[in-house]
């Protein structure tokens, strides 16, 4: 196989790469979970439960954008685990990402019908998973650059949306907008601010993390930047900033103008502020942007999933077939693949409900905190090995403010949600353990891949000395050159 079908294409521009950043965590979980949150832990505790979690998502994204403004490959933090630490970490996060992007696109394709349902209730829901899932093979078996634009206008509606409402919800609260003036006692209604105290903060803290993944997209999405070294480092550095506005400023509104004892999931809290405001058509409204929101996720895990399986095959941690890529720049077996696996679980979810899909969702509930730790590791590993080679760190283009704190307090808190977990299994009158064996599925899933890998291929930890700095481009041979000239 030559080597010019096995490479994608940078087709990827800055305004792209932007909203696959914000879009990627902007979706059902601020759009629905929202209000759970504010019900179970009140304003006050979602507030500090949301900024923990944004602080550990603003470690984790410099530290991969760091790698990824150096190396910047779709194989993201599987590729950097291959490369810095050990062969068996990068075949284990690579399968265990792809995987947990596959089920996602079933599970979007699921709700997707549920959503379609409150306009066609007569219509069999299969039909329109079937067709959201024809859009999105369609849109990424175009180019790199259908997808990216595609995710940029859906990102759009959902980025849009949240601006509205937080100008309608601060308006509200202030008493331009409705009959008088909001303020803040919502906030201290029976024990709010801090409904629940401590626990209920914890809970959150997990549901928080869940709402943030998908900001690592941006690392994989680099490998088809059109000019990584300006563009990812632009991307990371708003990014951060506009979802934690986003996210915070959505909890201050919602708790000021909904009684967090009144909110919940049965509703979109987004839609009863708006129907508070008198906004005609409210529901219909928030129903598009959630479909809108459903779109933009299975399109992203689309990408995702067929970007990784793309460069594992490459790395040699997947059949090789995977690795080809059309005159477009397309991974088209990955995504063949992806799209099987992904009907598959759509299948099992609408013949089998309550056993196989609920399982497959459950053991890809940790995929993306596990992704999380792997760009941790990552990251430490790649500046002890930079620095140990003689490296001066004013070269790199962009670099991870507060190293090494930053990587290791991220690892730690994603450790810490990855236990807590089966948190909510445990309860005053026994476990519920079928959902304690639920929540925590995906980790002998992943440990049996890296164990299973390593035994089968010897692997060791790399030295620093051997980790390798390279990735075959042009600005390497340079370092290669560099290192000729040292030699002699």
């Not at 003036?181 to 105290?197: A, M, Q, S, T, V």
């Not at 941690?317 to 991974?331: D, E, I, M």
Request: proline content about 3%.
């Amino acid at each position: 196989m030559s080597e010019q079908n096995q490479e994608l294409k940078r087709g990827l521009k800055a305004r792209h790469l932007n909203m696959i950043a914000l879009g990627g965590s902007i979706g059902t979980g601020i759009f629905l979970a929202m209000g759970d949150t504010i019900y179970q832990a009140g304003p006050g505790g979602a507030l500090v439960a949301y900024g923990l979690v944004g602080i550990m998502v603003y470690f984790l994204i410099t530290s991969l954008g760091e790698m990824a403004t150096f190396m910047p490959i779709s194989g993201s933090f599987s590729s950097y685990a291959t490369k810095f630490i050990d062969p068996a970490l990068g075949f284990a996060l690579g399968w265990n990402y792809w995987y947990n992007w596959a089920i996602t696109i079933a599970a979007e394709m699921v709700a997707g019908s549920l959503v379609m349902k409150f306009w066609f209730p007569n219509i069999p829901g299969v039909y329109w998973s079937l067709l959201f899932l024809i859009i999105i093979v369609g849109l990424n078996f175009l180019s790199s650059k259908a997808y990216g634009e595609s995710e940029y206008w859906f990102a759009g509606v959902k980025v849009v949306t949240v601006i509205i409402f937080l100008i309608i919800g601060v308006l509200m609260i202030v008493g331009i907008i409705g009959s008088d003036e909001i303020g803040f006692h919502n906030y201290f209604i029976k024990d709010g601010p801090f409904h629940g105290g401590i626990k209920s903060i914890f809970a959150i803290f997990l549901v928080a993390g869940f709402s943030f993944q998908g900001t690592e997209l941006i690392g994989v999405a680099a490998g088809e930047s059109e000019n990584p070294e300006k563009t990812i480092p632009r991307a990371i550095k708003s990014i951060f900033w506009r979802i934690l506005i986003f996210y915070l400023g959505t909890i201050i509104v919602l708790g000021a103008i909904i009684p967090f004892t009144q909110a919940g999931v049965s509703e979109s809290p987004f839609t009863m502020v708006f129907e508070k405001a008198g906004i005609a058509g409210a529901a219909s409204l928030m129903n598009a942007v959630i479909l809108t929101s459903v779109l933009s996720a299975g399109n992203s895990g689309m990408y995702a999933s067929s970007r990784m399986l793309h460069s594992m095959a490459k790395d040699g941690l997947a059949p090789k077939l995977f690795a080809k890529t059309n005159k477009r720049g397309v991974p088209v077996n990955a995504l063949i693949l992806t799209t099987i696996v992904a009907s598959f679980c759509f299948l099992t979810g609408v013949f089998a409900e309550s056993t196989v899909y609920v399982w497959l969702v459950a053991a890809s509930g940790l995929a993306g905190f596990i992704a999380w730790v792997g760009i941790a590791i990552c990251h430490y590993r790649f500046r002890k090995a930079y620095t140990h080679q003689g490296n001066n760190l004013k070269d790199l283009k962009f670099t991870a403010k507060w190293y090494p704190f930053g990587p290791i307090l991220a690892l730690i808190m994603c450790i810490v949600i990855i236990i807590g977990q089966g948190y909510s299994c445990i309860k005053p009158d026994g476990i519920d353990w079928s959902g304690l064996i639920a929540s925590y599925i995906g980790i002998p899933l992943f440990l049996s891949l890296y164990i299973g890998y390593k035994i089968k291929h010897k692997t060791k930890l790399i030295p620093l000395h051997k980790v390798d700095l390279t990735y075959g481009e042009d600005k390497n041979l340079d370092n290669i050159e560099k290192k000729i000239l040292e030699l002699n």
